[in-house]
């Protein structure tokens, strides 16, 4: 797991939470949506690194 990856959950749950629990429909809360999917695609088209020594 990389540090993409886990943004991108911590943000999307953080999105969930304000707009479902909280029902925070302001447009601010939807940036948290836009980078965590950002972050989601960006992992899954580039995947996870590969260390070489």
Known sequence: MN???VAAVVL???WLVLVF????ES???HIL???GTVLLAR???VG???FRS
């Open 3 to 5: 540090l993409t990856l």
């Open 12 to 14: 999307l749950g953080a």
């Open 21 to 24: 629990h909280a029902h925070s």
């Open 27 to 29: 447009g601010a809360v």
């Open 33 to 35: 949506y836009a980078a």
């Open 43 to 45: 992992r899954v088209l």
């Open 48 to 50: 996870a690194p590969r």
